[in-house]
């Protein structure tokens, strides 16, 4: 897709914080063992042939340009295009909505001044899903809307996702939360080039605004339209949808649904080799990353990257993310232990299912 | 090392006709080993651990795995300015062209690579062995011993010595005596067909050999004996770690099982000499709520839903429910279907063993059975 940019915003930080969230931006939350979240938006990206993407930065975007380095994972180390770190506002956009703050985007004006594409692709990084965009763009140019919004009915209620109000395809308005039955947001939209130009006009002098609030008196000129999504989405801005959608990859439906090889999810990758279980350990219903070294036992659990079991060590319905060590006796229950901790012998770590017990990453 | 002090000289151009099934779509450099990684990779890690950043490496069998595989060499970060893979496989000239005959003339056919980088030093490697090494380190001793020639050499047990190059070195590491393969070893020191030469003298030594009717051209048979009869300065290296020359099914076997147990012989989870790997991003592996494994390896992808016991699943290898898999190793992709048994096997990469199919043997005495690559194993076919 030479005629399409993309834009990611990662600088959305959760309104609900936890430890998983005050050392990182949501967009490098490990998940699932060796991917972070933003490796969904980049690769949903280059994955329909986009060779250009900027990337809207937090603050702390330390662990982010650690992760995309030159984006050459992504293929986003490109002569022409490839990946664009764009400034961010200072303090992040973690008030209600503004998934897509036009102060952000117009500071950012040369990036989509510059290109010549037809229509840019924006997206955030809370989302997990794996999507064919081109059938999104062809879909956005066959109807000739001007914005075309990903959806998918709301299977609950949500106050952090974006609902919006739609009649026969067409956006008539937005709104903050969703119910049961609602059209949410997927916050991934395709846009023609030249009317976000022009948006940034038109809305300059409220750009204190999300896009899509700017745009709240204007969807009767603005011809908006949904596409709705039929496959497996999970919106994550909260410890209970973070723990709940790495669980949900226990079920393999799912992981063939989201990791399919032939439109794979791209992630830094590493030498680390294949995960080891040793004699007398003990694995069930679990994920286990490379460099692991399992020795005790594992049930219902997420494993990072560099992982220790030790014998006698007990992992219970927990995420145990990159660089931790479980050591002999220890339990770890129902809980996310954040990278590169150290569960001493013979401790407990235990949550209950309802309320997780989350450990803060490791200070280095 | 400073940039082109030294370069090497990869061969990777072996059938491994003994490899069987494995190799007969892939060049034995590019099979699959220890779950994630290709043969190749140990020597492009070496080279690059030990800073060496120029590797040219010698195709002709089968390349095509191979070649894409390497790529630029950005996986083993040798995709740097100034140095970088080159692959070189057979080409012709206006006075024609002919395949790589034997290990020296692949090199010789190629001398023109190594005059247009101009090293001091050439490193000679086989893409078909399993070690770590410091290149650097024996670069080092080369110097040290003001040599021309300086091989690798590592002790083998005497019962075995007549299956290998026979070196006798003096007190000094100076080689006295070099016996191909002899019947009555007088040595147990074998050379493990790593050199490093002196630039110079290797391309004048190679442009004679092109020229001796009665030559092999081979590194082994005639190059090394020719310079040890011309009174050169012919050195040892002495390496004591793990190295295995994988060349036939059973050693492939034996030498994935090294990688299991306790305490095994060679460490891949050791960080500070790294095997680096030109892997594809797959999601974790997944056990399945009764997946059993006890002593095994099992890569990114791999799913399992039966019982595997002291094997290697590779890169997207699948064990369906009530499945076993006992003492094998799975290339990637390869899949056993629920309630097959595979014992003492090596299934090739995409391979299928369907449901309830057996593939393989526990009786010792019998060979590793082997499924080649894209091969299906149905009922009544085993």
């Known amino acids: 897709m030479e005629k399409v940019i993309g834009l990611i915003t990662c600088n959305y930080s959760a309104k609900e914080s936890s430890a998983l969230t005050e050392s990182r931006p949501v967009a490098s939350l490990p998940y699932f063992g060796r991917y972070r979240l933003v490796d969904f938006a980049l690769s949903n990206l280059v994955n329909c042939g986009i060779r250009t993407v900027g990337m809207v930065m937090p603050y702390n975007y330390r662990s982010i340009i650690d992760h995309t380095g030159s984006g050459k994972d992504w293929d986003l180390d490109r002569k022409n295009g ?35 594409a037809d229509a840019v692709i924006c997206s955030t990084a809370n989302f997990v899903f794996n999507i064919d965009l081109d059938e999104v763009y ?53 846009i023609n080039r030249q009317l976000l130009l022009d948006m940034f006009d038109w809305y300059a002098p409220t750009d204190y605004l999300d896009l899509f609030e700017a745009m709240a008196g204007d969807f009767g000129r603005v011809d908006v339209r949904t596409y709705d999504f ?24 799912i992981t063939a649904e989201l990791f399919p090889v032939d439109r794979s999810i791209k992630t830094k990758t590493h030498d680390t080799p294949p995960a080891k279980f040793e004699v007398g350990s003990r694995v069930l219903n679990s994920a286990v990353s490379s460099g692991d070294r399992i020795y005790g036992s594992v049930s219902d659990a997420i494993l990072g990257r560099n992982v220790i079991v030790e014998a006698g060590a007990t992992v219970r ?5 990159q660089g931790c060590v479980v050591k002999s006796g220890a339990r770890v229950e129902n809980a996310i232990v954040d990278r590169g901790n150290v569960v001493p012998a013979g401790t407990e770590l235990r949550g209950t299912p309802e309320e997780v017990l989350i450990t803060e990453k490791a200070h280095e | 090392m400073s940039k082109k002090e030294c370069i090497a000289m990869l061969l990777a151009g072996g059938q491994g006709s003994r490899l069987g099934a494995l190799t007969s779509n892939v060049a034995k450099p590019a099979v699959s080993f220890g779950g994630k990684f290709r043969i190749i990779d140990f ?26 595989y390497i790529g630029t060499g950005e996986a083993w970060n040798l995709d740097e300015r100034g140095g970088g893979v080159a692959i070189l496989p057979p080409f012709a000239t206006q006075t024609g062209g002919t395949w790589y005959e034997g290990t020296a003339d692949a090199v010789t056919q190629n001398l023109g690579y190594i005059e247009t980088n101009d090293p001091e030093y050439v490193l000679i490697l086989s893409g078909d062995q399993l070690y770590r090494m410091d290149y650097a380190d024996m670069l080092a001793t080369h110097k040290r011993n003001n040599a021309d020639l300086t091989i690798a050499v590592m002790p083998v047990p005497w019962e075995e010595a007549s299956r290998f190059g026979i070196l006798t070195a003096d007190d000094d590491g100076r080689i006295t005596k070099f016996s191909e ?64 020359d994988v060349g036939t099914i059973s050693s492939y076997h034996e030498t994935s099982m090294d990688l299991l147990g306790p305490n095994p012989a060679f460490d891949i989870f050791s960080t500070d000499f790294p095997i680096m790997s030109n892997a594809s991003t797959r999601p974790p592996a997944f056990v399945g709520k009764d997946g059993t494994i ?52 090596i299934l090739g990469e995409n391979s299928v063993v369907e449901e309830n199919v057996s593939v393989g043997s526990v009786d010792t005495t019998k060979d590793t059975a082997v499924i080649g690559n894209d091969v299906v194993v149905g009922k009544g076919e085993n």
């Not at chain 1, 008030?95 to 117009?106: E, N, Q, S, V």
């Not at chain 1, 949500?158 to 049961?180: L, M, S």
């Not at chain 2, 040890?228 to 050195?235: E, I, M, S, V, Y």
């Open chain 1, 82 to 116: 490839g990946l664009f770190i764009l400034p961010g506002s200072a303090f992040g956009t973690s008030r209600t909505g503004a998934r897509f703050l036009l102060r952000d985007l117009i500071h950012n004006k040369a990036y989509f001044k510059r290109s010549n």
């Open chain 1, 138 to 190: 062809a879909a956005h140019k066959e109807s000739g809307a001007d914005i075309t919004v990903l959806t998918k009915t709301a299977s609950e209620k949500d106050n952090d996702v974006t609902a919006f109000d739609v009649i026969d395809g067409r956006v008539q308005g937005v709104r903050q939360g969703v119910n049961f039955g609602d059209t949410m947001f997927l916050d991934c939209f395709v």
């Open chain 1, 230 to 253: 039929g496959g497996y989405v999970a919106p994550i801005f909260n410890k209970r949808t973070y723990f709940r959608a790495n669980m949900d990859l226990l079920d393999p439906r």
């Open chain 1, 317 to 321: 319905n927990s995420i145990v993310m």
């Open chain 2, 43 to 68: 020597a492009l890690s070496n080279c690059a651990n030990s800073g060496i950043n120029t590797v040219g490496v010698l195709t002709q069998y089968r390349p095509y795995l191979l070649h894409s």
């Open chain 2, 181 to 244: 393969k002899p019947k009555k070893p007088d040595s147990n020191l074998a050379s493990m067909g790593i050199y490093i030469f002196n630039a110079d003298l290797l391309v004048e030594t190679l442009k004679e050999d092109a020229n001796d009717q009665n030559s092999a051209h081979d590194f082994g048979g005639n190059i090394i004996p020719k310079l040890l009869a011309d009174g050169k300065r012919l050195f040892t290296y002495k390496f004591e770690g793990f190295w295995r």
């Open chain 2, 294 to 345: 006890d002593d095994a390896l099992i890569a990114n992808g791999c799913q399992v839903y039966g019982t595997v016991k002291h094997s290697i699943l590779s890169t997207d290898a699948y064990v369906g429910e009530r499945a076993t898999v006992i003492d094998s190793v799975l290339l990637p992709g390869a899949v056993v279907k629920d309630g097959a048994n595979v014992v003492r096997a």
